[in-house]
């Protein structure tokens, strides 16, 4: 089991930045990949950015370019780089760790954008 804890949301103007944490215990040997995910209200959740355990990442083309994920070596913390921040990014940002028992999920932590 992974016990997954975001934070670093908040309200930021338009075309500011943000960086997102995300501190993993737990299980974190047995991490594969994690992800950062978004919600926003009305809508689906949708991806945003994946790493793996090699450090191969992938963007969600809305994202790619602007935002950035990384993470320490030992899958303690999960980051996401938010540069040029849109109205459009506005959404409840949620991390979530990929195990081969399953996937655990974050509770998300807010971001408004303000045009």
């Known amino acids: 089991q992974v016990h997954l804890v975001e934070s670093g949301g908040g309200l930021v103007q338009a075309g500011g930045s943000l960086r997102l944490s995300c501190a993993a215990s737990g299980s974190i040997f047995s991490i594969n990949a994690m992800g950062w995910y978004r919600q926003a209200p009305g809508k689906q959740r949708e991806l945003v950015a994946t790493?793996?355990?090699?450090?191969?990442?992938t963007y969600a083309g809305s994202v790619k370019g602007r935002f950035t994920i990384s993470r320490d070596s030992a899958w303690n913390t999960l980051y996401l780089q938010m540069n040029s921040l849109k109205p459009e990014d506005t959404a409840a940002y949620y991390c979530?760790?990929?195990?081969?028992?399953?996937?655990?999920w974050g509770q998300g932590t807010q971001v408004t954008v303000s045009s």
């Open positions: 790493i793996t355990r090699r450090d191969t990442t």
């Open positions: 979530a760790a990929d195990l081969s028992l399953g996937t655990y």
